[in-house]
């Protein structure tokens, strides 16, 4: 996506021009859930000028109610008009940096807090740190009252076609109304598991690369619903077949020149992408809690089903962890397969650049590649070649997390205290359920 750099001016004129009706002023919370608050296009004014407030008190993660009064500062790069319809004329949305009632940047805000974690980049000289997102996601029916149900759309595999590939309108609606708004899109196809689909677009600054994640997903399930179909990104929706990820492409960046990228180094990867995948791969398990956030990124997380599971990097095969791309030059990148789209894209990429600045720094040197199926190599053979597993629960995930300072660090004291409190109330609520699996393999045998 095209990033604009829109004036105050350039907004009103838009909005006057396009019959903006309403704006939509979101943010995202701890957990990566897009909030917002609505107002009719008569308070623009006060938009621009950041004299709106909100009740933070009521967002998960962010404030206490005595200290509940935010403001919200509209980055006027992120101004879009929705391209669906409205009764009562258009939206906007702007996505806002969250401020606190003294005007200070609001910490709690995974945004702001990115921001932080790039201005630290910044210090180091690097200019940039691109991602491009490759987005998994279900298509589910929904019954006549529009609740969404188990059945799904299609029984296609990767790559289908029509009539297999019975959401492909769906899909193509999605491409397009993405393009209305800007978007890149390079592919869009059909996954490997029934109802899976994939729609890949253009890299983007970090920054932006998140703000694209979020509008995406909100797109997906707006087109979605017009088709009567419900569209989830939960990792593991359904057993016994594959789940969605989400994986990470990344470069750094310094000017217009890929640091990643050196002619004459070995496999034509320089120091600094050596480094930064070392800092990957060392604190891989100390991330994972953040970029596989929920109970149910642990049943994506198994053998057998492509998901990576052991830490390890090759420019090969796709079992690893971490996988290098053949492409050389400007497109040099890193590939991180874990990361499923359950994350706060903000708080993820904050983790990630966080663990290979640093490599950067301390010169992490990565273990040797691992170019043969690490699915079929044996306990012993995992172990000779220095490779571990990824956290198997999010209660051991996050026994990872508390243990690594880089990425408390990249999380910052605000959100690092939220996130792991609210998660292990979440681990607490699953682990007391009992599940239909049980009853069915306990029940009469014991």
């Keep these: 996506m095209v990033k604009h750099n829109y004036t105050k001016d350039d907004i009103r004129r838009i909005a006057k021009e396009e019959n903006v009706q309403f704006l939509r002023l979101m943010f995202t919370d701890l957990y990566g859930t897009i909030k917002n608050v609505e107002v009719p296009v008569s308070q623009l004014d006060k938009l621009l000028d950041n004299k709106l407030m909100f009740d933070g008190s009521s967002i998960d993660g962010y404030t206490r109610i005595e200290e509940s009064d935010m403001w919200l500062y509209p980055d006027l790069s992120t101004w879009m008009i929705f391209p669906w319809d409205s009764e009562h004329g258009k939206i906007a949305r702007v996505i806002c940096k969250v401020y606190n009632a003294d005007r200070t940047p609001f910490m709690g805000d995974p945004r702001n807090n990115l921001m932080r974690v790039l201005d630290e980049m ?7 740190f691109n991602i491009g997102p490759e987005p998994e996601f279900f298509l589910f029916k929904m019954d006549e009252n529009g609740n969404p149900t188990k059945k799904l759309n299609d029984q296609g595999s990767y790559f289908d076609l029509a009539p297999v590939d019975l959401g492909e309108n769906c899909r193509r609606e999605i491409v397009l109304e993405l393009e209305k708004l800007g978007f890149d899109v390079e592919a869009s196809h059909h996954e490997v598991a029934p109802g899976q689909h994939e729609v890949d677009f253009k890299y983007a600054d970090a920054l932006h690369a998140c703000d694209n994640i979020q509008t995406f997903k909100l797109v997906v399930k707006t087109v979605a619903r017009k088709h009567g179909l419900h569209a989830t990104f939960m990792p593991k929706p359904l057993a016994q077949v594959n789940g969605s990820g989400m994986h990470i492409n990344m470069s750094l960046f310094k000017g217009d020149k890929n640091v990643f990228f050196d002619e004459k180094g070995a496999d034509q990867l320089s120091d600094e992408a050596r480094w930064f995948l070392g800092g990957l791969l ?5 991330f994972t809690a953040v970029t596989n956030p929920i109970v149910n990124s642990y049943k994506r997380l198994v053998p057998g089903f492509e998901a ?11 079992s690893p962890l971490v996988r290098v791309p053949i492409a050389r030059g400007v497109g040099t990148r890193l590939e991180l397969r874990s990361v499923d789209p359950s994350a706060n894209p903000y708080l993820a990429i904050a983790t990630i650049l966080s663990a290979g600045l640093d490599g950067l720094k301390n010169k992490i040197e990565p273990a040797a590649a691992v170019d043969r199926n690490i699915y079929t190599m044996t306990d012993e053979e995992r172990a000779a070649n220095g490779i571990v597993d990824l956290p198997s629960t999010l209660h051991n995930a996050l026994k990872e997390l508390r243990q690594d300072d880089v990425i408390k660090d990249a999380l910052g004291s605000h959100l690092y205290n939220n996130f792991v409190e609210g998660k292990k109330i979440e681990w607490d609520a699953y682990r007391q359920q009992v599940s239909d ?4 393999q306990y029940f009469q045998m014991y």
């Design 308 to 318: 990576p599971v052991y830490v390890a990097w090759s420019g090969r095969n796709r």
């Design 122 to 128: 910044k210090e180091l000289g690097f200019t940039d």
């Design 282 to 286: 060392k604190h891989a398990r100390n």
């Design 437 to 440: 699996w049980e009853r069915k």
